[in-house]
């Protein structure tokens, strides 16, 4: 039979355990957050690369980024 102390000391250590998980698992997201904040910002630099590139070669086409930018 289980004690009603074992069964405290068990959800203790569940609930630890998963304070420990529930951290590592913001820490990961937060440092995934940076990650896409830099790739954003480079294809953003890239696009308009791409935009001013595409208007000296077709200088009688006005390039426009497409409404869903």
């Known amino acids: 039979m289980?004690?009603?102390?074992d069964r405290l000391t068990t959800l203790e250590i569940r609930h630890t355990?998963?304070?420990?998980?529930?951290?590592?698992?913001s820490a990961q997201v937060a440092a995934q957050?940076?990650?896409i904040e830099a790739m954003r910002k480079k294809l953003d630099t890239l696009a308009e690369r791409f935009v001013a590139v595409e208007e000296q070669v077709t200088p009688g086409h006005e390039a426009t980024r497409p409404p869903h930018w």
């Open 17 to 25: 355990e998963q304070e420990r998980t529930i951290e590592e698992l």
């Open 33 to 35: 957050w940076t990650v």
């Open 2 to 5: 289980v004690m009603p102390a």
